[in-house]
C-alpha cells in the first residue's frame, strides 16, 4: 500500500476503467483523498504485509455484480483501487491509484476470460426524444446523442476538449445535431440531483449553461449549490426549486436509463453518432473522453459516405 507493509483489516473502493476515461464498474461511492468517511459499497478486506486478495464483481462480498460485457469494448481496461488503513483517510493503493490487470500481485480482480485486447466500436440505435435538449439545427444530416453522469469527471473533460471543436467545426455550420440525455451511475450520489437540476434549467431554456456549470463543479454538486447556480444564471428561482422538489425530471431520466440500458450502454460519457433515420439515430457507440480527433475522424468518415 504505497509502500507500507500494513496488516489488518483495510477498507477498500474499486473502479474498473479504461484509457479513455470511461468508468466502466465500481465497487461503491467514490471516496476523497485524505478524507475518513466510509462512502456506500466500501468493502472490508484482511491485509497482510501489504497484500490482499479479492474478486471484483463477487455478491458473496457484498460487491454489485460484474458486467464482463462492457469490457469487450474497453480500451486497455484497468483497476483503480482507493485504500483507507483507518488512521490516514483515504490513498490511492498502487502507484498513482492505477492498478494494471495483467499485472495484479495483490488483487484479483477480473473474470480470466475477458479479453485484453481493443476492438472495433460496435453498432447501436438509440430513439431520438423531442424532449431532450439539442445544440443545431433539427435538420442536420448527423446526430450526436451523448449520455453523461454531471459527477464524471471524464464527462467533464470531453466537455471543455471535445464539445467547442464539435460545435464550431460542425454544429455552428448546420452538419451536426448534439442531443444530451442522462446516465447517472449509481456509484455517484449527487448524479441524480444534478440531472435534475439541469432538467430544471432546460425548462427555462437554459440547460446548456447549466450544464456547463454543474461540469465545472462536478467535484461538489448540492442543493444549495444548485439554487446558487440558478441564482447565477438568472433563472425564475421559485419554479426552479420547485421543479427540484417535486422530482419533475424522474420519468425524462427514467427514460434517458432504459434507451441507454436497451442500446447496452452502461458507461460515460458514451455517444452514438448516426443519420436520424424515423426517430432513432444508429452508428459507432464511442465510450470515453476520446481526443477530438477521434470524433472528427468518425463525423468526415460519415459526411463523405453517401445515406
Not at 226 to 232: D, R, S, Y
Request: aromatic share 8%; glycine share 8%.
Amino acid at each position: 500500500m504505497n509502500g507500507a507493509n500494513f496488516k489488518g483489516e483495510g477498507l477498500f473502493v474499486f473502479s474498473i476503467e479504461d484509457t479513455n476515461g470511461a468508468i466502466l464498474w465500481a465497487s461503491g461511492e467514490f471516496p476523497k483523498a485524505g478524507m475518513t468517511n466510509l462512502p456506500a459499497g466500501v468493502i472490508r478486506l484482511p491485509v497482510k504485509d501489504g497484500l490482499y486478495q479479492v474478486r471484483l464483481g463477487d455478491p458473496a462480498s457484498g460487491m454489485r455484480v460484474l458486467d464482463a460485457g462492457p469490457l469487450h469494448a474497453a480500451a486497455d481496461p484497468f483497476v483503480r483501487v482507493w485504500f483507507n488503513d483507518g488512521k490516514r483517510g483515504w490513498l490511492p493503493a498502487v502507484g498513482e491509484g492505477r492498478l494494471k490487470r495483467t499485472a495484479s500481485a495483490s488483487a484479483q480482480a477480473l473474470p480470466s476470460a475477458t479479453p485484453t485486447g481493443v476492438t472495433t466500436s460496435k453498432i447501436v440505435t438509440v430513439p431520438l426524444t423531442d424532449t431532450s435538449p439539442s445544440l443545431g439545427r433539427a435538420d442536420a444530416p448527423l446526430v450526436l446523442v451523448e449520455f453523461i453522469d454531471f459527477q464524471c469527471p471524464f464527462c467533464k473533460r470531453a466537455n471543455n476538449q471535445v464539445l467547442p471543436m464539435l460545435k464550431k467545426k460542425y454544429v455552428d455550420t448546420g452538419k451536426l445535431r448534439i442531443i444530451s440525455r442522462n446516465l447517472p451511475l449509481w456509484f455517484h450520489a449527487n448524479a441524480v440531483p444534478a440531472a435534475q437540476a439541469a432538467f430544471c434549467a432546460q425548462l427555462q431554456s437554459n440547460f446548456w449553461p447549466m450544464r456547463d456549470w454543474l461540469l465545472a463543479n462536478s467535484e461538489e454538486p448540492g442543493a444549495t449549490n444548485f439554487v446558487n447556480a440558478a441564482k447565477a444564471l438568472k433563472l425564475d428561482l421559485a419554479p426552479f426549486v420547485q421543479c427540484l422538489e417535486q422530482g419533475t425530471a424522474t420519468a425524462q431520466l427514467a427514460r434517458d436509463q432504459q434507451d441507454a440500458q436497451a442500446a447496452g450502454i452502461t458507461a460515460t460519457p458514451s455517444f452514438v453518432l448516426g443519420r436520424p433515420v424515423g426517430g432513432k439515430v444508429t452508428g459507432p457507440l464511442l465510450v470515453g473522453a476520446k481526443p477530438a480527433a477521434d470524433f472528427q475522424a468518425e463525423i468526415e468518415n460519415l459526411l463523405a459516405t453517401p445515406p
